[in-house]
């Protein structure tokens, strides 16, 4: 099983600051099968990226994904005042799937 | 706007049983393959079973294999999971989700997700 270690576990930026999240595999990920989704308390999560650096449909391009074999990054540009948010990454490359722990992006 | 909303959950004693539902707006329904995908209180996600769009193919995960069983119904525009033989680590919110893709084959992430319900297993 790879297992995802999301870092750090907590970022304190303030608006408008770039955010730069990271996803690493205990193993190398099936290029390019991983996804990153947003979470916020009470709603459903939403699929942000998949194939390491696709965005989903309606996600805004400050939202950017990089990344191979076992390092992969979620960066959003510049943050907004809605993008505060728990970010979890995916890798569907193999089986079982597996989601890191999640990283929180709090108001600093 | 499709959506996906879960039911069911509550606080149940070990060993005892709980039947989630997720139903879905939209007529596309039956054209997805769908996924139970849980968060036990401060954990990450995990995966938890897999339904085809026709139901012909399910999967699940080793930690409830044997006892959930899940299962839709393309006419009511569900799925469910039946959860049997509870126990203490199956305590998490539960998601229904759907796979990306339309029919086969299987992307494997999720591009719709419901709010979750809260299964409680405790004595």
């Known amino acids: 099983e790879i297992v995802l270690t999301q870092s750090p576990g907590t970022l304190s930026l303030s608006p408008g600051e770039r955010a730069t999240l990271s996803c690493r595999a205990s193993?190398?990920?099936?290029?390019?099968?991983l996804a990153w989704y947003q979470h916020k308390p009470g709603q459903a999560p939403r699929l942000l990226i998949s194939g390491t650096s696709s965005r989903a449909t309606g996600i805004p391009d400050r939202f950017s994904g990089s990344g191979s074999g076992t390092d992969f990054t979620l960066t959003i540009s510049r943050l907004e005042p809605e993008d505060f948010a728990v970010y979890y990454c995916q890798q569907y490359g193999s089986s079982p799937l597996t989601f890191g722990g999640g990283t929180k992006v709090e108001i600093k | 706007e499709v959506q996906l909303v879960e039911s069911g959950g509550g606080l149940v004693q070990p060993g005892g049983s709980l039947r989630l539902s997720c139903a879905a707006s939209g007529s596309t329904f039956s054209t997805y393959n769908m996924n139970w995908i849980r968060q036990a209180p401060g954990k990450g996600l995990e995966w938890v079973s897999y339904?085809?769009?026709?139901?012909?193919?399910?999967y699940y995960a080793d930690a409830v294999k044997g006892r959930f069983t899940i299962s839709r119904d393309n006419a009511k525009n569900s799925v469910s999971l039946q959860m049997n033989s509870l126990r203490a680590e199956d305590t998490a919110v539960y998601y229904c989700a759907r796979d990306a893709a339309v029919g086969d084959p299987t992307y494997w992430y999720f591009d719709l997700w419901g709010r979750g319900t809260l299964v409680t297993v405790s004595s």
């Open positions: 193993q190398s990920v099936t290029s390019p099968y």
């Open positions: 339904i085809s769009s026709s139901s012909t193919t399910i």
